[in-house]
């Protein structure tokens, strides 16, 4: 093999190798992702003072939604989430789960603080494994020769359930601001295309699922984010003026 034969450019057969050993993998980081963004979910309808059906459905939208973006993007008709009520069941699950203990143990008295610490470290974990999930799609509907497709599909999957989530509860989708979110899910998505050909799909595979963790808990740790242009501070002060004009009008 050349030196091109990396994962998303490999020959049929090599390909056709690595879909048998993506496929129980894609199952495992499929059903790691769903629990973890329904949990984080949930925790926004609740944080949102919503009722069980309103928290079910921030919860199937993080866990299901941008799975069936990824679907619809390659052909899949109708996406896996309506053909298997596993995942479906499983958001479900974790809902009614979050929701009673949030009700009956001690999570409802924790301080905010720590509430957002469980969503940072659930949703990290979402967007983590949805990573690998849509990357392994990638790798599947034919990648070959171009790292477009994996890394489409795995950014896409991974950022679009919490968009979704984001917008029913009338929140700015943390991917538009907060620190390093959508580009540690493009790092885990690159170092899966180029490393895949060298050491395997399933070790490149959680490496790149290790490696969002990191960027993603290092981002939050020490408040990464990317460049954020800003106006000079004389129109700064002259936009508050007129935005506080314009509110008492």
């Given at each position: 093999?050349?030196?091109?034969?990396m994962l998303c450019g490999s020959g049929k057969e090599k390909r056709k190798t690595m879909l048998v050993e993506g496929m129980d993998l894609w199952r495992l980081f499929d059903i790691i992702g769903t629990i973890a963004f329904a949990v984080s979910g949930a925790l926004v309808g609740l944080s949102r003072r919503m009722?069980?059906?309103?928290?079910?459905?921030?919860?199937?939208?993080?866990?299901?939604?941008?799975?069936?973006?990824?679907?619809?993007?390659?052909?899949?008709?109708?996406?896996?989430?309506?053909?298997?009520?596993?995942?479906?069941?499983?958001?479900?699950?974790?809902?009614?789960?979050?929701?009673?203990?949030?009700?009956?143990?001690?999570?409802?008295?924790?301080?905010?603080?720590?509430?957002?610490?469980?969503?940072?470290?659930?949703?990290?974990?979402?967007?983590?494994?949805?990573?690998?999930?849509?990357?392994?799609?990638?790798?599947?509907?034919?990648?070959?020769?171009?790292?477009?497709?994996?890394?489409?599909?795995?950014?896409?999957?991974?950022?679009?359930?919490?968009?979704?989530?984001?917008?029913?509860?009338?929140?700015?989708?943390?991917?538009?601001?907060?620190?390093?979110?959508?580009?540690?899910?493009?790092?885990?998505?690159?170092?899966?295309?180029?490393?895949?050909?060298?050491?395997?799909?399933?070790?490149?595979?959680?490496?790149?699922?290790?490696?969002?963790?990191?960027?993603?808990?290092?981002?939050?740790?020490?408040?990464?984010?990317?460049?954020?242009?800003?106006?000079?501070?004389?129109?700064?002060?002259?936009?508050?003026?007129?935005?506080?004009?314009?509110?008492?009008?």
């Open positions: 093999m050349g030196s091109n034969d009722d069980i059906f309103g928290i079910s459905v921030l919860a199937l939208a993080t866990a299901v939604g941008g799975g069936m973006v990824r679907d619809l993007l390659v052909g899949l008709t109708p996406p896996m989430a309506l053909r298997d009520t596993t995942d479906f069941l499983l958001a479900v699950g974790v809902a009614f789960a979050t929701s009673v203990l949030y009700q009956w143990s001690g999570l409802r008295r924790m301080r905010r603080r720590r509430l957002r610490t469980i969503f940072n470290v659930s949703d990290a974990i979402g967007l983590a494994a949805f990573t690998i999930t849509g990357a392994l799609t990638g790798l599947r509907f034919g990648g070959t020769g171009s790292y477009v497709l994996t890394v489409l599909l795995a950014v896409t999957t991974a950022v679009g359930g919490g968009m979704i989530r984001d917008v029913l509860a009338k929140r700015m989708p943390v991917v538009l601001y907060a620190e390093v979110y959508a580009a540690a899910s493009l790092a885990g998505a690159f170092v899966f295309c180029v490393m895949g050909g060298a050491i395997g799909v399933e070790a490149v595979s959680w490496l790149a699922f290790l490696l969002v963790l990191l960027i993603r808990f290092a981002a939050i740790h020490w408040n990464w984010s990317l460049y954020h242009p800003h106006p000079p501070k004389c129109h700064r002060e002259h936009e508050a003026e007129r935005e506080w004009t314009d509110m008492r009008q």
